[in-house]
């Protein structure tokens, strides 16, 4: 039988197969940390999007481990259900709910995040502008979590689409990292337009007021109660464009 890049049985389908991986994406993540180092000195991760769970399935592996460090703590968010794993704690949740955020902070014991990540992608519809624009969408999603549970000097990583305007993307991210760079490890496939955007050394802006958008609702809801509205915290919050949430699977389609 001739070979076809649509059966995915090529060289990483094959190992994680051999090596008890959900998923090839494990490799991503695995050749993300080898170069890049996100995974030297963290103790606490969020897996945002985790479902099937292979990246969850990574950091058990290399973080967790055996066991022996009660320090280290990994948390999988998803809106679906995935299969247990060996020091993976597992929430059903909606990443544009602050609830959520709260929830994942009660796993850290009021800690923050050193390390938060996310290989979710929505349904791909086969119009490249339209499916990019989607997953800029979801990565701003995840910056709702982002800017409640990463601690300052902390790192974040999200797949995305590679398209005509990753500057935007790019200015966003640049907002809040001091290292924003797009990164393609060897394991995606060469015919996929699929990046990662790795951000790296978490420093929002000064006088930021982390805000949650509400899908039901067209104005931010601010979840901090003293909501001081002064000129300049408008001004900060007026830099981040606007975005809608999706992937919810309560949706029509």
């Not at 997953?135 to 549970?149: E, F, G, R, Y």
């Not at 990292?177 to 393609?184: D, P, R």
């Amino acid at each position: 039988m001739g070979k076809s890049s649509k059966d995915k049985r090529d060289i990483y389908y094959r190992k994680a197969k051999e090596e008890g991986w959900r998923a090839r994406s494990a490799f991503k993540l695995i050749q993300i940390d080898e170069e890049y180092s996100i995974f030297e000195d963290v103790k606490r991760v969020v897996d945002l999007c985790a479902a099937p769970g292979s990246w969850s399935q990574v950091l058990s592996r290399r973080i967790y481990g055996d066991g022996s460090d009660p320090n280290v703590k990994i948390v999988a968010v998803d809106i679906q259900e995935m299969a247990p794993l060996k020091g993976v704690v597992q929430i059903k949740g909606d990443i544009t709910k602050y609830e959520t955020a709260k929830q994942i902070i009660s796993h850290f014991d009021g800690s923050l995040a050193d390390l938060i990540i996310s290989d979710g992608a929505p349904d791909v519809t086969g119009l490249h502008d339209i499916d990019f624009y989607g997953q800029s969408q979801l990565i701003l999603s995840a910056l709702n979590i982002v800017v409640h549970t990463l601690k300052p000097g902390g790192t974040f990583v999200a797949k995305m689409f590679k398209g005509d305007d990753m500057s935007l993307m790019f200015s966003q991210m640049k907002l809040f990292f001091e290292h924003v760079s797009f990164v393609k490890p060897k394991s995606s496939r060469d015919s996929s337009l699929e990046n990662f955007v790795l951000c790296k050394n978490y420093q929002p802006p000064e006088n930021y007021n982390p805000k949650i958008i509400d899908i039901n609702n067209s104005c931010n809801n601010n979840n901090n109660s003293n909501n001081n509205n002064n000129n300049q915290e408008f001004f900060v919050d007026s830099l981040i464009v606007p975005f809608i949430a999706i992937g919810d699977l309560k949706g029509f389609d």
